[in-house]
């Protein structure tokens, strides 16, 4: 793709209405903003071979990962989907604010019931003042492993990148894969109650690479130019670990985090967990041959069983001796936290912002895993827990019960006994949460249960303090916000203390998944202008199943255009 066809706008309107993976030059004119951009999602199972098995999974088109939906700044999104499989289903539109479109945000249970089968539904939003590299993802159980895209917002025409335009740019969208089928595998796991089996490979755009078995010829490569830049999105789609990411000999630029432009700031890696994206820079600046890209794991936990072999992806140049061997890339240890914090202390808004210095709301939440009792009768198979109890996960030590029916439907037609809208502010009581908890195991290390929201007044300005636990083990937890992006104005080690956290006010990262730091905290501030329920969880998805999240009920302003739209007609029921 050296030279730019005349036909370029053409070919792109092209991917637009059909959602081809192509890889596209950004010099050229994009469509006009403000279009509609039209999609037609299937829900269907495939038979894929990989790692010497294979098994029927969910997919959308057929494609693993799923097609690419292309838009610009300020674009209508429609897109229908319609479920020919017998799992439920739902599409969560990872990072897109839905400003007055919270019915279309797509997490089960809280925003919709779940597309049955046979059923069809229309997801319709529109990209406010957003542009970038989001993500599209199943929000019901944990069909996400499989049924994942790219959504990638370009800036409106004639508006350029605020760095050099690349010579090409390329997704890369970072994954879990089991031999199992993943329903079966949520299910046991549940009944268990202990933890999951770790992925049997990550993924690279769907391929593992030659570390696994039989999967030689299953490697993605991209093929480069020396002297060129290219513009590489990285897309965390994975279920339960959060990842490294490096390219052998050479260094990664950011200029994008979820989706918002950053001060530039070169690195050798990159960590990702779950819901995060990140935009990079890469010159291949190096002698021609094979560099590999390397996924390798990033586990912050203590005495978790997780996949140690890393993925490989090609990093090619034009004119390298075919069939070379690739030269190695070097990843952090698996609990390197100072890489991960390195990385993090790097990011800033590309310009100074406006943070509120105000706070109308001020909250605290602690985060963190619990055991629960085991109260089975077969403790054998269901308390296979620490301490032969049953794995939970909490906010302010409540575990987030699903629903049996909508939410966000429950909330606008009034129907009571779904939810109750007393989620604490502060912590029940307040301790060591980091070193000396006073339910460590193997005391009680017990969570309370229930869905319990937390109210917001419109327009209120909001500041949350999350702070990680070591009730049982200190983690990094990849926190999601949906329905707003947040200034992370501050974040460090140990328990949070307001005279001595350091906040940065004036050019802050503006993100929508928030890695709570290993035995710390971090604090973030949003304007709660965004009528309607919204989930806020962990992007684990084990720690999610195991109530690591609670809901956001913003109410409505006066003005129109503050508050919740009605239903759409073709809403699921449950």
Same mark, same amino acid.
């Given at each position: 793709?050296?030279?730019?066809?005349?036909?370029?706008?053409?070919?792109?309107?092209?991917?637009?209405?059909?959602?081809?993976?192509?890889?596209?030059?950004?010099?050229?004119?994009?469509?006009?903003?403000?279009?509609?951009?039209?999609?037609?999602?299937?829900?269907?199972?495939?038979?894929?071979? #990989?790692? &010497?098995?294979?098994?029927?999974?969910?997919?959308?088109?057929?494609?693993?990962?799923?097609?690419?939906?292309?838009?610009?700044?300020?674009?209508?999104?429609?897109?229908?989907?319609?479920?020919?499989?017998?799992?439920?289903?739902?599409?969560?539109?990872?990072?897109?604010?839905?400003?007055?479109?919270?019915?279309?945000?797509?997490?089960?249970?809280?925003?919709?019931?779940?597309?049955?089968?046979?059923?069809?539904?229309?997801?319709?939003?529109?990209?406010?003042?957003?542009?970038?590299?989001?993500?599209?993802?199943?929000?019901?159980?944990?069909?996400?492993?499989?049924?994942?895209?790219?959504?990638?917002?370009?800036?409106?025409?004639?508006?350029?990148?605020?760095?050099?335009?690349?010579?090409?740019?390329?997704?890369?969208?970072?994954?879990?894969?089991?031999?199992?089928?993943?329903?079966?595998?949520?299910?046991?796991?549940?009944?268990?109650?202990?933890?999951?089996?770790?992925?049997?490979?990550?993924?690279?755009?769907?391929?593992?690479?030659?570390?696994?078995?039989?999967?030689?010829?299953?490697?993605?490569?991209?093929?480069?130019?020396?002297?060129?830049?290219?513009?590489?999105?990285?897309?965390?789609?994975?279920?339960?670990?959060?990842?490294?990411?490096?390219?052998?000999?050479?260094?990664?630029?950011?200029?994008?985090?979820?989706?918002?432009?950053?001060?530039?700031?070169?690195?050798?890696?990159?960590?990702?967990?779950?819901?995060?994206?990140?935009?990079?820079?890469?010159?291949?600046?190096?002698?021609?041959?094979?560099?590999?890209?390397?996924?390798?794991?990033?586990?912050?936990?203590?005495?978790?069983?997780?996949?140690?072999?890393?993925?490989?992806?090609?990093?090619?140049?034009?004119?390298?001796?075919?069939?070379?061997?690739?030269?190695?890339?070097?990843?952090?240890?698996?609990?390197? @936290?100072?890489?991960?914090?390195?990385?993090?202390?790097?990011?800033?808004?590309?310009?100074?912002?406006?943070?509120?210095?105000?706070?109308?709301?001020?909250?605290?939440?602690?985060?963190?895993?619990?055991?629960?009792?085991?109260?089975?009768?077969?403790?054998?198979?269901? &308390?296979?827990?620490?301490?032969?109890?049953?794995?939970?996960?909490?906010?302010?030590?409540?575990?987030?019960?699903?629903? #049996?029916?909508?939410?966000?439907?429950?909330?606008?037609?009034?129907?009571?006994?779904?939810?109750?809208?007393?989620?604490?502010?502060?912590?029940?009581?307040?301790?060591?949460?980091? @070193?000396?908890?006073?339910?460590?195991?193997?005391?009680?290390?017990?969570?309370?249960?229930?869905?319990?929201?937390?109210?917001?007044?419109?327009?209120?300005?909001?500041?949350?303090?999350?702070?990680?636990?070591?009730?049982?083990?200190?983690?990094?937890?990849?926190?999601?916000?949906?329905?707003?992006?947040?200034?992370?104005?501050?974040?460090?080690?140990?328990?949070?203390?307001?005279?001595?956290?350091?906040?940065?006010?004036?050019?802050?990262?503006?993100? @929508?998944?928030?890695?709570?730091?290993?035995?710390?905290?971090?604090?973030?501030?949003?304007?709660?202008?965004?009528?309607?329920?919204?989930?806020?969880? &962990?992007?684990?998805?084990?720690?999610?199943?195991?109530?690591?999240?609670?809901?956001?009920?913003?109410?409505?302003?006066?003005?129109?255009?503050?508050?919740?739209?009605?239903?759409?007609?073709?809403?699921?029921? &449950?």
């Amino acid at each position: 793709m050296a030279n730019l066809p005349t036909s370029f706008t053409i070919v792109l309107s092209f991917l637009f209405i059909y959602g081809y993976n192509y890889n596209v030059h950004v010099m050229a004119q994009w469509p006009s903003g403000g279009s509609t951009r039209f999609y037609d999602f299937k829900v269907q199972t495939k038979r894929v071979t #990989k790692l &010497c098995s294979t098994k029927d999974m969910v997919t959308i088109n057929g494609k693993f990962p799923g097609p690419s939906v292309y838009a610009q700044e300020d674009d209508r999104i429609i897109v229908n989907v319609t479920n020919e499989t017998p799992f439920n289903i739902t599409i969560h539109w990872h990072g897109v604010r839905q400003k007055l479109s919270c019915w279309f945000d797509g997490p089960s249970y809280i925003t919709q019931c779940p597309i049955q089968a046979g059923q069809s539904f229309t997801y319709e939003f529109t990209m406010v003042k957003q542009k970038g590299t989001f993500f599209w993802h199943a929000h019901v159980s944990w069909l996400r492993a499989t049924v994942y895209g790219a959504l990638i917002v370009y800036p409106k025409t004639g508006v350029p990148y605020p760095f050099k335009a690349p010579y090409e740019e390329h997704t890369l969208i970072l994954g879990e894969y089991w031999l199992q089928d993943v329903v079966q595998l949520e299910r046991a796991t549940a009944a268990s109650g202990g933890p999951p089996t770790p992925t049997n490979a990550y993924t690279i755009n769907g391929h593992p690479g030659p570390n696994y078995n039989c999967s030689n010829n299953d490697v993605y490569q991209i093929d480069v130019v020396s002297g060129k830049t290219y513009l590489l999105r990285l897309i965390h789609a994975g279920l339960n670990m959060e990842n490294f990411f490096a390219i052998a000999n050479h260094k990664l630029t950011i200029v994008e985090a979820d989706a918002e432009y950053s001060k530039p700031f070169t690195t050798d890696r990159v960590m990702l967990g779950p819901g995060q994206t990140i935009g990079v820079l890469v010159t291949a600046d190096q002698s021609p041959g094979k560099y590999s890209m390397a996924m390798g794991p990033y586990m912050s936990a203590k005495g978790v069983k997780f996949q140690n072999i890393s993925s490989i992806a090609y990093f090619q140049y034009s004119g390298a001796v075919p069939n070379s061997l690739s030269l190695p890339a070097k990843l952090p240890c698996f609990n390197d @936290n100072l890489a991960v914090k390195t990385v993090m202390d790097g990011l800033r808004s590309l310009n100074p912002v406006n943070v509120s210095r105000q706070i109308d709301t001020d909250l605290f939440v602690t985060i963190g895993l619990n055991v629960q009792k085991c109260h089975s009768k077969t403790p054998k198979q269901n &308390c296979q827990g620490l301490n032969n109890g049953v794995m939970a996960a909490s906010m302010n030590n409540i575990s987030f019960v699903k629903p #049996k029916i909508s939410l966000l439907e429950a909330y606008y037609k009034k129907i009571n006994g779904s939810f109750t809208e007393d989620f604490p502010g502060v912590p029940l009581k307040f301790y060591d949460f980091v @070193n000396g908890a006073p339910n460590n195991a193997p005391n009680n290390t017990q969570a309370l249960n229930g869905t319990k929201a937390l109210v917001l007044e419109y327009g209120a300005r909001v500041q949350l303090i999350m702070q990680d636990t070591g009730t049982v083990t200190t983690e990094n937890h990849p926190i999601h916000l949906h329905g707003y992006s947040f200034y992370v104005v501050g974040y460090g080690t140990g328990n949070y203390n307001p005279k001595t956290a350091n906040f940065n006010l004036v050019d802050p990262p503006y993100m @929508n998944t928030i890695g709570v730091p290993v035995g710390g905290w971090a604090a973030i501030r949003f304007v709660a202008d965004n009528p309607g329920v919204w989930f806020m969880h &962990c992007h684990l998805d084990i720690h999610q199943s195991w109530g690591l999240g609670t809901v956001l009920v913003v109410k409505n302003g006066k003005g129109d255009l503050e508050i919740l739209p009605h239903p759409p007609a073709d809403l699921p029921q &449950c």
